[in-house]
Structure formats: C-alpha cells, structure tokens
C-alpha cells in the first residue's frame, strides 16, 4: 500500500511551494484542482534543486547536487523515492511521460550555479533555458495531459513566458546575485557600471518575450488558463514596477508585489476567466 505515502510525498511538495513562494502558490490555486498536485510536485523538486546551489553555504553543494541528480534518475526509473519530493516528482514524470530531457536539462543549468561565473551570450541563454524554459515545458506537459500536437503548438509560447519569468528575477535579484553569490546573468553587463540603458535593454528583450508568451497563454485549455495567466499578470505588474524606477534603485532594494496587490490580482483574474475575457 503505497498510496499514503504517496499522499504524503505530494503534500511535502504542496508545503515547499507554499512555503518558498506566494506568488506560484496564488497562481497554482487558479488552476483547475486535479492540476493542484502535479504541478506542486515539479516546483516542490525544482525549488530543492535550487536551494542546494544558492543556500546550502556551509556544505559541499557540488556533491549534494551530484547526489541529487543520481536520487532523481533513480526515482524516477524505480518508480518511488524515500525523499518525499522526489517521490511525487518521479511520479508526475512518469504519469505525464514527461522527457527526461527536460529534467537534464534543469539539472544542468544547476550545475552552471556552483561557480561564481560571469554570463556571455551563450550561456545566458543555455541557463535560461535550464533553469526555466524546460520546467515551464514539464508544466505544459500536465496541462495538455500529454497531447503532443497542442504541446507542440504550445511550446514556444511556454519558453517565452519561462523567460520572461526568469529575466525578471534576475534583475530584481541582480544586486545580491553579484554580492552574494558572485553571480552577472545578463550578457555584456558591467555590474560597476550598470545604468539606464543597461535597464533599458533587458526591458525591452522581456517585454518581447511577454508578448510572446500571453499569444500562448490565452490557448492554453481552460483547466489551466486562469492559473497560468494570473502568473502572468503578477509577473507583468512586477515588471511595470521595475520599469517604473531608477537603475539604482534597482541596485538597492528587492522590488517585490506585496500580498493584497496579489489578492487583487487574484480577484480581477478569476472574474475575468467567470466572463470569458481570457
């Protein structure tokens, strides 16, 4: 009887997520509720990946990361894990016949963040695409429940949006990645000189992949639209925000959506998906 500790392993993802993010969390409730679980369970394993490599200071992250990688192949070709989040990672995997790929491809680009690095053009976008365009691919495999022709149709669209997603990080993030980390993303981007155009044209290469993406969102099956757009708008909002202050302000502050402007947005999607207006 496997199925309790099935339950478990999902609901270990369903507390990391809510846990580390508010804003997937917000967006993950819009979802249609046979979604809820499935995609819980892919951020619950991409958020331990990424916390070996950005917090586990004290520790030797390049052979936890290796130990990591090895436990995720394991799960997902025996079909069950001890590690709770890995547990229902493999089984989302399997369910869906999700591409291993994928899943290489994300650890890879965690393997990029073990060493302090400045990015050129090749690696930026090689990490990009680890890091969020194949886990928004592994999302659009649940919410097409594995049909490949709308996954296909779909699937630029869902690496735009990942993209955008991870660039807005990024640049709200660029401060501590440099201090903390050790850590310059954007290509061609002197951190002792970062300033108004430097802004400027990571904006528009953003603003560019949102147009992209929303052309994808608003195809997307109804059981996941509402969810995946209200992602979108939290994203979007961040994004006027960023655009709305100084590059120094950037270098000083972590621009955040604080909780009631998230539950508004909340409301203003759900009531848009009531009305058919996505």
């Known amino acids: ?94 369910s869906y016949n999700i591409d291993l790929d994928l899943v290489d491809t994300f650890l890879n680009s965690m393997e990029m963040d073990l060493n302090p690095t400045t990015y050129d053009e090749s690696k930026y976008q090689k990490y990009i695409l680890g ?8 999302c659009l495999k649940v919410f097409v429940n594995g049909n490949e022709i709308e996954y296909n149709g779909l699937k630029p669209h869902a690496m735009s949006l990942g993209s ?28 002792n000189t970062f300033g108004f155009d430097d802004k400027l044209v990571i904006e528009r290469d953003i603003q560019k992949d949102f147009e992209h993406a929303l052309k994808g969102v608003k195809k997307l099956p109804k059981s996941s639209r509402s969810g995946v757009y209200l992602t979108y708008v939290y994203y979007y909002k961040l994004f006027e925000k960023i655009q709305s202050i100084s590059h120094s302000k950037i270098l000083s502050q972590r621009i955040r959506i604080h909780n009631f402007r998230k539950m508004y947005l909340v409301l203003g999607t759900l009531l848009k998906s009531k009305f058919g207006l996505i």
């Open 131 to 138: 890091s969020a365009q194949v886990v928004g691919l592994m």
């Open 164 to 191: 955008a997603f991870q660039k807005i990080n990024f640049l709200r993030d660029i401060k501590a990645d440099y201090n903390n980390l050790g850590r310059t993303y954007f290509p061609n981007v002197d951190m």
């Open 1 to 94: 009887m496997k199925e309790i500790f099935d339950t478990v392993s999902y609901k270990s993802s369903e507390i990391t997520t809510k846990l580390y993010s508010t804003s997937f969390s917000f967006g993950i409730k819009a979802l249609d509720k046979e979604l809820h679980k499935p995609i819980y369970a892919i951020y619950g394993f991409v958020r331990l990946a990424d916390e070996i490599v950005d917090t586990f200071h004290d520790f030797d992250k390049e052979t936890l990361l290796i130990k990591f990688k090895h436990d995720t192949h394991e799960a997902i070709k025996d079909k069950i894990s001890l590690n709770p989040i890995l547990n229902s990672f493999q089984d989302v995997i399997n």
